[in-house]
């Protein structure tokens, strides 16, 4: 039974440069991800130049945003004229 074991590890065939570009595309994904996940949950600190140029950012869309006139009524359909009874 035990005549010949072959306890030996199978061969592994070296990766091809396909494989390798793929295994390595993989993981700068995977760090990619990570990295926006934490960007994501762990905000970063404003400076007080930033809050400064958001608010007048800010007003000035509130400007731009402001109706010129009065809004545009909705063209309504005309109604049925119905048939005289005779």
């Known amino acids: 039974m035990s005549a010949e074991l072959d306890m030996s590890p199978p061969e592994v065939p070296e990766p091809t440069l396909l494989e390798s570009i793929l295994r390595y595309?993989?993981?700068l994904g995977a760090i990619f991800q990570l990295i926006c996940i934490l960007a994501v949950i762990l905000?970063?600190?404003k400076g007080h130049e930033q809050e400064e140029a958001e608010s007048t950012d800010i007003k000035a869309v509130e400007q731009i945003k402001r109706p010129k006139g009065p809004a545009a009524q909705i063209r309504q359909k005309p109604k049925k004229e119905s048939k005289k009874k005779r």
């Open 25 to 27: 595309g993989l993981f």
């Open 43 to 45: 905000p970063t600190p």
